[in-house]
Every structure is written in C-alpha cells, then in structure tokens.
C-alpha cells in the first residue's frame, strides 16, 4: 500500500502571503494519478489539481500543483480569504486502492 | 457535466444493513472505474473500494472487507454499496467518485451507525 504523508500538518499564514503544502510518498506514483483537494468545513471535496500539475475547471490560476516520484507540491501564491481550509493529496493510480494523505489544515495567521 | 448523486443514508443501529445508490450522468458510466471514498466526522477521507468498468475487477479496504459489496448496473448508470454487519465506525460521510485521469466526486450522503 503506498502511504501519503503531508506537511506541516498545520500551516499559519496570512491573506496575500505564498503557501506550500508538500505530499510525499512512500513509494514512486505515477504523476498521472496524483491529485490535490480543497475541503471547507461542511462541504465535499473539491478537485483543484489531477495529474500532479493541471487545474481542474474554474480553479484560479494561484493554485499550482508540481513534483514527480515520491515528492509532490501544491503552492498557492497570493493566499485570499475563501483559501484557507483543509488540503488533501491523492494517489489514484493503484489498481488496489486510492490513497489519501492526512491533510493539511492551512489557518489564519 | 458531470454529475454524480449519493442517496440511501441514514440511521442504521449497530449490526444492520443499508445501500448506497450514486446516479451518474454527463459522461459515458461504461467505460469508466467508480469508487466509494468515506469520511468520519472530524476525520480525514478514506478509500472504500473500488469497481472497474465491466465489474471484472473489485478491491475493499481491509476495513469493510467481507461485510461491504460494492456494484455497479451500467445499463441505469448506477453505482451501488450494500453495507452489511454495519459499526459504529462505519458512520461517516460516503462519497460516490469517478476513476480515470480527472476523478470527479458526488456530495456525499451521512450513514450513521448508532443505537
């Protein structure tokens, strides 16, 4: 089973400053099937970023996604209000399973 | 556009059964994988199981294996969870999603698992 792990697991910061959340894996995932989620309180999942790099639909061009391997980044440039919440990273390339990391809570500082 | 509806939640007593039905719409159901991903209260998203397009291939967490089965009826376009000998660990948010390159997710319906 490939094993996800994000940091920090807390991250403060404040409106207009650059956020970077980093996913890592346990064992090398295929770029194709690595995903990052926004997820506020009360509310699904959002899809910001498939295939490590491409923004989903309506995503603002402040989210990127980066990273090959093992080693996975998700920054968001100029941090706006709607922004903070809580962000997950995906490996959906196994065929035995998705995996989810722990997620990342990104605060107000 | 890609839709994807949850329904049959709700309150279950320890030890019964319930299925999820998930109506997809907007994309050719057929031909794609499908999933149930859940998440507790106050808890992080964990994957469920897993159906390949013609049902040749079915995978379970270890968490619900033997007591959740997972279908799929691709002439209604319809992905099913029945959910049997349910725990209270089992309460949780399920989520129907979509496999392929773009995964795409419903809005979740609530099970819980309460006497």
């Known amino acids: 089973e490939i094993v996800l792990t994000q940091s920090p697991g807390t991250l403060s910061l404040s409106p207009g400053e650059r956020a970077t959340l980093s996913c890592r894996a346990s064992q090398s995932v295929s770029s194709t099937y690595l995903a990052w989620y926004q997820q506020r309180p009360g509310q699904a999942p959002r899809l910001l970023i498939y295939?490590?790099?491409s923004r989903a639909t309506g995503i603002p061009d402040r989210f990127s996604g980066s990273g090959s391997g093992t080693d996975f980044t998700l920054t968001i440039s100029r941090l706006e209000s709607e922004d903070f919440a809580v962000y997950y990273c995906?490996?959906?390339?196994?065929?035995?399973?998705?995996?989810f990391g722990q997620g990342t809570k990104l605060e107000i500082k | 556009e890609v839709q994807l509806v949850e329904s049959g939640g709700g309150l279950v007593k320890p030890g019964g059964s319930l299925r999820l039905s998930c109506a997809a719409s907007?994309?050719?159901?057929?031909?794609?994988?499908m999933n149930w991903v859940r998440q507790a209260p106050g808890k992080g998203l964990e994957w469920v199981s897993s159906i390949s397009s013609s049902s040749s291939y079915i995978y379970y967490a270890d968490s619900v294996k033997g007591r959740f089965t997972i279908s799929r009826d691709n002439a209604k376009n319809s992905l099913y969870l029945q959910m049997n000998s349910l725990r209270a660990e089992d309460t949780a948010v399920y989520y129907c999603?979509?496999?392929?390159?773009?995964?795409?997710w419903g809005q979740g319906t609530l099970v819980t698992v309460s006497s």
């Open positions: 995906q490996q959906y390339g196994s065929s035995q399973g998705y995996t």
């Open positions: 295939g490590a790099s």
């Open positions: 907007g994309f050719t159901f057929s031909s794609n994988s």
């Open positions: 999603t979509r496999g392929g390159a773009i995964p795409y």
